[in-house]
């Protein structure tokens, strides 16, 4: 039940809690209402990505049992199929933007330039989401995916490099275009697939991945070059020197700059991992 309906509980909560009463408390303040929606952006983004990256699950699990379903809508006397009742959430983010577009449009129309203001920069929190939302949802359509990808944590990264085999050089014959994601909890390759028609966001599969704790050691091959090192432990319960480690990915960035922001993300992940698990 929790992959077909996600977090839409936290969401409802959320907006019942929290995004009513202080709508209901800035709507006549133009200033109330910019503020709000900046303060609450991240918040917005990380509960609506949660459910927009189950969504293709969700999706699949309502088609699989599409009979059930149909007939305990018929039985209820449901108007509207679950799968356009689960869209709903979505679609409130579309509706913010309208309300808020609106908004602003009118401010100006009216020669009010403090509050046109105020309102585009609502409108600007709220877009930041959106763009956030459908990054998620393309994400979540990954193919052939083993990952409960709505429990890795946040997305906090993710962008585009050049996967090579664990051994041998870089040449071009031996290079992959993948994406690679960074989640709180796990750093996921995926292979782009070819002849893909979509720019922005190709059609991805699953190619690899390993847990951010489970990370031993990040080396530069060169300047744009990367080596990732995974632990491996074959017996707990025997002393360190059962641990070994071997390279779970090679990967190439378009420019040093690129190459050394992933590091540096990657490696501030693991030291806040590192210190979640001492203080526990």
């Known amino acids: 039940m929790r992959e077909l309906l996600g977090n839409i509980e936290d969401l409802k909560d959320y907006h019942k809690k929290v995004i009513l009463p202080k709508l209901e408390h800035a709507y006549r303040d133009p200033c109330k209402m910019r503020t709000l929606f900046e303060c609450e952006k991240n918040k917005l983004s990380m509960k609506y990505g949660r459910y927009c990256i189950n969504s293709s699950r969700s999706a699949s699990i309502i088609k699989e049992n599409l009979p059930f379903f ?28 309208m ?25 600007d929190a709220i877009m930041s989401v959106t763009e956030h939302t459908n990054t998620m949802m393309w994400i979540g359509e990954i193919k052939n995916c083993p990952l409960i990808l709505c429990g890795q944590g946040p ?43 979509k720019e922005q966001h190709p059609d991805l599969e699953y190619f690899k991945h390993v847990c951010v704790n489970h990370i031993q050691g990040l080396i530069s091959e060169s300047s744009k070059t990367l080596k990732i090192q995974k632990l491996e432990i074959e017996d707990q319960l025997t002393d360190s020197e059962s641990q070994k480690s071997n390279i779970m990915m090679r990967l190439e960035f378009d420019s040093e700059v690129e190459n050394d922001i992933w590091m540096k993300a990657i490696l501030t992940e693991i030291e806040q991992l590192k210190s979640i698990s001492l203080r526990l």
């Open 70 to 97: 149909s007939q305990y809508q018929h039985k209820n006397g449901q108007t509207h199929r679950l799968d356009a009742l689960l869209i709903k959430p979505i679609q409130r983010i579309t509706r913010y933007h």
């Open 99 to 123: 309300f808020l577009s609106n908004l602003a449009r009118t401010s100006t129309e009216l020669g009010n330039a403090d509050s046109s203001a105020d309102y585009s920069a609502a409108l």
């Open 155 to 197: 997305l906090l990264k993710h962008g585009r490099v050049l996967s090579k085999k664990i051994r041998g050089s870089f040449k071009n014959r031996n290079k992959w275009p993948c994406h690679l994601l960074l989640f709180q909890q796990t750093l996921v390759l995926c292979k782009i697939v070819e002849r893909s028609e």
